[in-house]
């Protein structure tokens, strides 16, 4: 299996651009920055973990906080810098390192004031056990008391799409493995990606030293499927309000949770 940096080398651009390229991906970016805000310290040192090419490394620096921004691939750390100094907000940016997210002996313990793993990283992490650490160290660097996000893949959300994909249908062993595990090992053809269940992601975060607050569907009914129609009707202004209206109110609703094709656990260490 190739390794998973060679995928994001190639793709940099489209990721700095997914989470603003149409009103469907805005909703995730949007739920995401709301629960940020409920939940963040007023102010603080925050660790971007995963956090690619500085979508929301940049955002929160734009709001005062000051960040590490760490990711596995070097070339999205290439371009985060040059967007950084794009934004003027160098002076928040206090580190950018390259690393992963299973193994971070570069932080000391109850290092920050919040810690967020965006997007999927932990998604990306093959096998249980790797996972399982990958949360312990997200967990460990955290301060007592501070809020961690983590936010990935999510089984239910990403299934309607399949009938789009008969070739991976067809494929026996790969979609019953899917269907079984949740491991994916065609990800953008030859990578490895791993979709959750709801309390498989919640059963994670179950520590001692931790308490989860709310897991958060940060599509809901938008998800993949919907995608198309979604972004027709964010034409019409007042349809619009309306239907992120209803997301906002449904989001944290178990079913809603399940049907979204990213979600998000909120979570403070203890
Ligand atoms: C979908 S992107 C999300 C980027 C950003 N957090 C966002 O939401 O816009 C997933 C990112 O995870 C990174 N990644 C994958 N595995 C990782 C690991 N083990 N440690 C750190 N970063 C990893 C990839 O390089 C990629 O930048």
New binding site residues.
């Given amino acids: 299996m190739k390794h998973?940096?060679k995928?994001?080398?190639g793709i940099v651009k489209k990721?700095?651009n997914?989470?603003v390229q149409d009103p469907f991906h805005t909703i995730?970016?949007n739920t995401?920055l709301r629960y940020l805000k409920k939940y963040f310290p007023k102010k603080g040192l925050i660790l971007?973990?995963?956090?690619?090419?500085?979508?929301?490394t940049i955002e929160l620096a734009k709001q005062g906080y000051d960040i590490i921004l760490?990711?596995?691939?070097p070339e999205?750390l290439k371009f985060a810098e040059k967007q950084i100094r794009k934004a003027k907000v160098q002076k928040h940016v206090k580190d950018i390192i390259c690393?992963?997210?299973?193994d971070m002996p570069m932080f000391p313990d109850n290092m920050f004031d919040a810690v967020?793993?965006?997007?999927?990283?932990?998604?990306?992490?093959e096998g249980e056990k790797?996972r399982t650490k990958?949360v312990s160290e997200l967990i460990r660097v955290a301060k007592k008391g501070a809020p961690v996000f983590v936010?990935i893949m999510g089984k239910y959300g990403v299934l309607p799409i399949f009938p789009e994909l008969p070739k991976e249908v067809r494929n026996t062993k790969h979609f019953r493995r899917f269907v079984e595990t949740g491991d994916d090992y065609l990800w953008h053809g030859k990578y490895y990606s791993h979709y959750f269940e709801p309390e498989e992601f919640r059963n994670k975060f179950l520590r001692p030293n931790f308490k989860v607050l709310e897991l958060v569907g940060l599509e809901s009914s938008s998800s993949y499927s919907a995608k198309g129609t979604v972004n027709k009707l964010a034409k019409d202004k007042k349809a619009w309000k309306n239907w992120l209206d209803a997301h906002y109110k449904l989001c944290t609703n178990p079913n809603a949770v399940a049907e979204s094709a990213h979600i998000l656990m909120v979570g403070r260490k203890k």
């Fill in positions: 998973i940096s995928c994001y080398s990721e700095w997914r989470l995730e970016l995401t971007d973990a995963g956090g690619g090419p500085g979508r929301y760490l990711d596995i691939t999205n690393g992963s997210i299973t967020i793993c965006l997007g999927g990283p932990l998604s990306h992490v790797n990958a936010s």
